[in-house]
């Protein structure tokens, strides 16, 4: 177990004019955790995220990313071009809705070369063992390399996109809501999916979420927000199980027992 | 003799919140401590928080006051106060624990459930599997049903595959949570073996049987919790 965390985050404010988006938000990632972060919609999930994965410039505050070299740096004064390098291959960002983190009108097989070409492969037949592979890995049928993810249903493009950014061999992967719009048996395959490769991969990984369920079954810990501020955070079983915040019991309460 | 657990003056309540801020006490001053190669059974009648004990001595349950000491490769680890990676690692190599139900997880076989903690320490899937099938023969488990999800599973198949899960390892500390619950006398007869060979190797367990038989074939020693109550520690 590394003994450095991947990602520091230190006292990250955001806010929106007066309006604030998430507030005083610190903690630290190590390699192959996982940390959900739930809370209802508005809470400042999503903001936290976008200036975590530097999608957005926090007001305040310092996010500070190991590098492979072994420096941290800081985010928000790397250069552009280099912050876009580590996005396309250090890091992933899964969307919640695929078609924001897709290429729609090229290949499923191109959406996936597409990133290795980004960190240097130029041979064809490389890149498409490498992705007919990796569509294996998500389960989708080697027959489909060569349609557009157009002709994909939910869940197979929510799959794509998931393998689209792993090819890379990132180390941290961002993920908004990536079962949100599926319906529940689509949702069981995709979060079977993605605990085994987060956890042969060794990847870290932070999960924005509505669902309890999700975070229960992907994640380590856990942090609650509301109105921008994390109001409670540990081991995911300790917080879902044994919920002292007034409004994580309130949370834990409301879900529906099947 | 080596002590791999040692509780002392730990206190724990519940706050509901959403019933008006509530303060339900559970237990108090709970204090005692297990050697290796003992087993500790908690007693005392229901709702007078042995589940509670077992949850904070695994870190589920949030521990109010008091400390919680593991002997973790080595370095002594105060479980009541650790960080969450700290939490997750102790479990991985020290702490097992056997829960009452089984959580199950779709579309994973129960051969690769019960091999899961031993993967998760690095051994060779197949050679975990190996080990995962032993147990599950052992357990009586029928072997069509090992490349199948619990999830259809009758609850004490499910139990039985829980129950191999929480032994494949060699956890210095073993939590049982009633894992006898819903065995016939023959599966309740292969879970006290296993105990007693766990006890041979040095493990430290804790133990809530409510099964008298397999209580007095495992217990070394059995802790009253209605000591800890934390009425009685007011009075």
């Known amino acids: 177990m590394s003994t450095l965390p991947l990602l520091k985050v230190n006292d990250v404010s955001k806010f929106y004019g007066s309006r604030i988006g998430c507030r005083n938000v610190s903690f630290e990632l190590y390699a192959g955790e996982v940390l959900a972060i739930v809370g209802e919609s508005g809470s400042g999930k999503t903001t936290l995220l976008s200036c975590l994965s530097t999608r957005l410039i926090p007001t305040s505050g ?5 590098m492979r070299d072994g420096q941290y740096r800081d985010l928000a004064r790397m250069g552009e071009a280099e912050r876009r390098f580590l996005m396309r291959t250090d890091w992933g960002f899964v969307h919640q809705n695929p078609a924001d983190g897709l290429r729609m009108t090229v290949s499923a097989g191109a959406n996936v070369g597409e990133r290795l070409m980004a960190v240097g492969d130029r041979h064809y037949g490389n890149i498409r063992a490498t992705a007919s592979d990796w569509l294996e890995r998500v389960e989708i049928g080697i027959d489909r390399i060569d349609d557009q993810p157009r002709a994909f249903s939910g869940g197979m493009r929510q799959r794509l996109q998931i393998a689209r950014n792993l090819v890379t061999s990132p180390r941290l992967v961002f993920m908004d809501e990536p079962t949100g719009g599926l319906d529940v048996s689509v949702q069981a395959r995709l979060l079977d999916l993605v605990r085994g490769l987060v956890h ?10 509505h669902d309890l369920a999700v975070a229960r079954l992907l994640s380590h810990r856990m942090m609650v927000m509301k109105d921008g501020a994390v109001i409670e955070q540990g081991l995911t079983d300790r917080v879902l199980d044994d919920p002292r915040e007034p ?12 | 003799m080596a002590t791999p657990l040692v509780v002392s003056e730990v206190a724990k309540s519940f706050t509901m ?15 005692f401590s297990v050697k290796a190669g003992e087993c500790v059974v908690l007693g005392g009648p229901s709702g007078v928080g ?14 109010d006051e008091g400390q919680i000491l593991m002997d973790h490769d080595g370095k002594l680890v105060n479980l009541a106060t650790a960080e969450p990676r700290t939490v997750l690692e102790v479990r991985r190599t020290t ?46 488990l029928p072997r069509e049903l090992w490349s199948l999800p619990p999830a259809t599973f009758s609850g004490g ?47 430290a367990l804790i133990g809530i049987f409510h099964d008298e038989e397999v209580r007095d074939a495992v217990a070394d020693r059995i802790l009253d919790v209605s000591a800890f109550s934390p009425r009685k520690a007011a009075a």
């Open chain 2, 17 to 31: 919140h959403l019933r008006d801020g509530i303060r339900r006490p559970v237990v108090a001053n709970v204090s």
């Open chain 2, 50 to 63: 042995k589940s509670s004990i077992l949850k904070m001595l695994y870190g589920n349950y949030g521990v």
């Open chain 2, 95 to 140: 702490l097992g624990y056997v829960s009452q139900f089984l959580r199950v997880v779709p579309r994973v076989s129960s051969l690769d459930i019960v091999a899961e903690p031993l993967q998760a320490r690095g051994v060779p899937l197949e050679e975990a599997r190996t080990h995962a099938a032993e147990l599950l023969n052992k357990l009586n």
């Open chain 1, 62 to 66: 310092i996010v500070e990313y190991h």
């Open chain 1, 200 to 209: 042969d991969l060794g990847l870290a990984a932070i999960i924005v979420t």
């Open chain 1, 247 to 258: 409004y994580t019991q309130l949370l834990v309460s409301s879900i529906l027992q099947v």
């Open chain 2, 157 to 203: 198949e499910q139990q039985r595959v829980n129950i191999a899960r929480g032994f494949i390892t060699d956890h210095k500390i073993l939590l049982l949570d009633e894992p006898t619950a819903s065995l016939d006398a023959k599966n309740r007869a292969v879970v006290v073996e296993l105990i007693a060979e766990k006890k041979a190797k040095g493990t």
